[in-house]
């Protein structure tokens, strides 16, 4: 499995997080300002401040989203979520075709997330668009729900053509970098838990969940 999307908000929680960030105009900078020096000439968006309190605040509800869903935990195996960040894209806005450095400054990127936040009628365009090895992935989603998909892919935000985008973003760093070890770990885990959800504990179930644990404790850092 390449990537994952799935609900992490309910849409009403997530049209509440928007309109906290409308409010916020004096905190939203140029989003060339987090970008490399190659990304800053494709890279058109606004990103609120960090630093800024209702950033902060929002932040840590969504890290705790993320780590407290099973399902999401069972994808990711998160070590650390970091970087996340809020951006916003107004008509003519779009981010070109690039891959996030596999080591920034809060931490390995391993995965990459977009949480989308508002409402997809409420802007035209703005579709994430991620590069497989034989097609382009476009995705847009309802408020609420994310994409987490691995950071070695090439992707892009195709420009807004009318309206607003809010969006969340940020990253992963896994206990397994390598995506194929993580998606089969991801699978035996998924099957385990699916046997033990129909038939109850058994002694062969325990010896499917051994062998998970001690093929992640070689795979991992």
């Not at 605040?57 to 993320?66: A, G, P, S, T, V």
């Amino acid at each position: 499995m390449e990537y994952l999307t799935h609900s992490l908000l309910e849409e009403s929680d997530a049209i509440k997080i928007v309109q906290k960030l409308k409010a916020e105009e004096s905190s939203w900078q140029d989003g060339k300002k987090t970008a490399g020096s190659h990304a800053a000439k494709i890279k058109s968006n606004f990103q609120l401040d960090r630093k800024s309190k209702i950033s902060l605040e929002i932040q840590d509800l969504i890290i705790n989203k993320i780590i407290s869903n099973p399902l999401l935990k069972s994808f990711t195996l998160p070590s650390l979520i970091h970087g996340v960040m809020f951006t916003k894209s107004l008509t003519g806005n779009g981010y070109g075709t690039h891959i996030d450095n596999p080591y920034m400054p809060s931490g390995r990127s391993d995965l990459s997330f977009t949480l989308f936040l508002n409402d997809p009628k409420e802007y035209q365009g703005g579709e994430l668009c991620i590069q497989t090895f034989n097609k382009t992935e476009k995705i847009k989603l309802s408020a609420g729900e994310m994409i987490i998909y691995p950071s070695t892919q090439l992707h892009s935000v195709a420009k807004v053509k009318k309206g607003e985008r809010y969006v969340c973003v940020g990253w992963i760093q896994s206990y397994v970098q390598n995506n194929e070890d993580r998606n089969f770990l991801f699978g035996l885990d998924a099957g385990a838990k699916g046997l033990l959800a129909k038939h109850g504990r058994s002694d062969e179930l325990d010896l499917i969940f051994q062998s998970y644990s001690n093929l992640l404790r070689r795979l991992g850092d």
